[in-house]
């Protein structure tokens, strides 16, 4: 987990195109928040294997918002219930369910129904916010970073150059 979280932080630091990295992230959230074994999960990986998107980024931000997903579940249940108990949708719901693929979906979890609505209501403002602040950190961190002694000692020793090397 470390050498990903290393990965990240080079991937931050080189010519790897902020929107790889921001849709990483927000690909790393719909999979994190919603509970694992899903069916949008598998395709949400799929996606992240197919798309060109920073494959060690995906992998820590699954992490970090599925410690998130804790949090939030009790949130996302009653946002979940309300929609799965609301008396005006229980034509529709009761419809999907009659469906196999939709069985298999298992919308019909409050929890599953109410963290994929919020990770797909999220999804391209925080694939924009992630891209935003990739942007600034790389436009005014990055060259106070590269600044500090610490970081030149760092690049400048012969265990950097070899870890250049082998990656």
Known sequence: MIDMVLKVFKALNSAVGPW???FAAALAMIIGLTPLWSVHNAIILLLAFIL???????????????????????????LGMAWLSNPS????????????WWQVAHFNHSITLGSLAVSLVLFFPVAVLFRLSINKYRERMLPWVDK??????L?????????????
């Not at 494959?55 to 998130?68: E, R």
């Not at 690049?155 to 990656?167: A, E, H, P």
Request: charged share 15%.
């Open 89 to 100: 949708l229980t034509p529709f719901w009761t419809d999907l369910y009659q469906s196999q």
């Open 20 to 22: 790889q990295l921001a």
């Open 148 to 153: 500090l002694k610490v970081v030149q000692v």
């Open 52 to 78: 060109r998107v920073h494959i060690s980024t995906f992998f820590v931000f699954w992490a970090v918002f599925s410690g998130l997903a804790y949090l939030l579940d009790p949130w996302f249940h009653q």
């Open 155 to 167: 690049k400048g020793s012969k265990l950097y150059d070899l870890y250049s090397r082998v990656s």
